[in-house]
């Protein structure tokens, strides 16, 4: 079954939903804008520290040769450090410290709080590999630090799930290094029927919202979530969870999922290819996604329809109005709604603050009245679907916050709530071998673990 169903959500009114539960049915109102990217979403998240960490690995490490302060003469110590060579692990007698950062913290503050010494955070202030970290402290992160009498000898802080900052005290000074926080991926199967909703459904099944959210973002363009389900639908995920020094972390990227839903089989699987890019196809290879999103931006309402004859609400003139407004809060993050480059960027008459998209089949889409740009947005760049591009304002001629949206075939302005979307690009024929070789053995555990749910089920019943 193939409808434009979830990226349409919007335009169903929660008010009229049947669901039962309306906390639920107004929580997948609210998200359906999101979810078609939130599977991307999420992904890219569980991707960027990894990426973060990636020049720690080639980076050298840095070290201070900032001489006078830190002499290893004035900071050792007599009763601690032998004169050579100079001990430089943390030892037991030294006192430890763990500073978490309150709002309104400054470093400096609570070195001075702590009686730490600080020349020393000046000094490793300035070193490359930690001033970025030392600058930008936020509410929440903690700081593990070891002191001799309040000179620092060791600092500790965890940067991302994956990387962490180490300072330490060297003969020569301090150095800095980032370091890599590896975590294991475990693989976990999951199962469920629907009785009323995906999220209860999935809730019996013991998965959590996130592993739900991911579930429904990869199958929302074919299914809509709200009023598509029906009792009896069911679910089977191969999905992964992230664990770190022997602890479950939270749950990741799903691998491999099938959804059947009102007598039609949706399956999706995983793929990541050389750059490092995830996205999801089907087992012959088709994209899952479209290649656009329809609204995007997480409205509150559709203020303004496309419409040839309208009267302009600021000029009151009939003038075509050749875009969908889509009110939202200023500040709301606007979505590149499909893969492509931008080619303007910048105020545009009475759209204001505006940006022009060229995508593949000659298809440009335009972003106007923004409050401000996304600074990856520039002209010339590349952005991928559902990548923030601006944020929503009132600039040009606008009454209030929206989005004004278009979206041009050839130039020609088309209605982007009715357009008929392409769908995304397929596996690209250089990983389309890859591709089916390496997903054939988790279509088959996916298949195996379907089986046996399947037999308990009818072993139950009889
Ligand atoms: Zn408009």
């Excluded at 309150?102 to 020393?120: P, V, Y």
């Excluded at 080619?343 to 009245?369: C, D, E, M, P, W």
């Excluded at 709530?417 to 392409?422: A, D, K």
């Amino acid at each position: 079954m193939h409808r434009q169903a979830s990226p349409l959500l919007h335009d169903y009114k929660p008010a009229s939903t049947t669901e039962p539960n309306k906390s639920r049915a107004f929580k997948w109102f609210a998200v359906g804008l999101g979810l078609p990217l939130l599977g991307l979403a999420l992904i890219s998240t569980l991707d960027a520290p990894n990426k973060a960490i990636e020049p720690a690995s080639d980076a050298p490490v840095m070290t201070a040769i900032e001489g006078e302060a830190i002499s290893p003469v004035e900071t050792a110590g007599d009763a601690v450090f032998s004169p050579t060579p100079l001990v430089l692990a943390p030892e037991p007698e030294f006192e430890s410290l763990t500073l978490t950062i309150r709002s309104g913290d400054t470093l400096d503050q609570l070195f001075r709080k702590h009686n730490l010494d600080l020349g020393h955070l000046t000094t490793i202030a300035s070193l490359e590999e930690a001033s970025q970290r030392l600058r930008k402290i936020k509410p929440g992160d903690v700081f593990e630090i070891t002191h001799d009498n309040g000179k620092l000898v060791s600092m500790y802080s965890a940067l991302s799930l994956t990387s962490a900052l180490r300072i330490n005290r060297e003969e020569t000074g301090f150095s800095a290094q980032l370091i890599e926080r590896p975590i294991e991926k475990r693989k976990r199967n999951g199962h469920g029927v629907i009785q009323t909703s995906l999220f209860e459904s999935a809730a019996e099944a013991g998965m959590s919202d996130k592993v739900i959210m991911n579930i429904a973002g990869i199958f929302a363009w074919d299914v809509d979530f709200v009023l598509d389900i029906r009792s009896g639908d069911s679910f089977y995920v191969q999905y992964e969870e992230i664990w770190q020094d022997g602890e479950f972390i939270t749950d990741g990227e799903i691998v491999a999922a099938e959804f059947n839903n009102d007598g039609s089989t949706h399956r999706a699987i995983r793929f990541v290819d050389d750059s490092g890019r995830t996205d999801y196809f089907t087992p012959g290879g088709h994209s899952v996604r479209k290649a656009f999103i329809r609204a995007p931006v997480d409205f509150t309402r559709i203020s303004s329809n496309f419409n040839p004859r309208r009267r302009h609400p600021i000029l009151n003139t009939i003038r075509a109005h050749r875009g969908v407004d889509y009110a939202a809060p200023r500040g709301t993050p606007i979505k590149a709604s499909g893969d492509g480059k931008v080619i303007f960027r910048g105020v545009k008459s009475g759209y204001g603050n505006a940006v022009i998209l060229q995508h593949g089949g000659n298809i440009t889409t335009l972003y106007a009245h923004m409050s401000k740009f996304a600074a990856k947005a520039r002209v010339g760049a590349r952005v991928r679907q559902g990548q923030t591009i601006g944020y929503v304002g009132k600039t040009g001629l606008a009454t209030a916050n929206h989005l004004h949206y278009e979206y041009r075939v050839s130039g020609v302005h088309r209605n982007p709530r009715t357009v008929e979307l392409p769908k995304a690009d397929p596996i690209a024929e250089k990983y389309r071998e890859r591709f089916l070789a390496t997903t054939a053995p988790i279509l088959e555990e996916l298949e195996r673990f379907k089986s046996t749910k399947l037999a308990t089920v009818a072993f139950a019943d009889q």
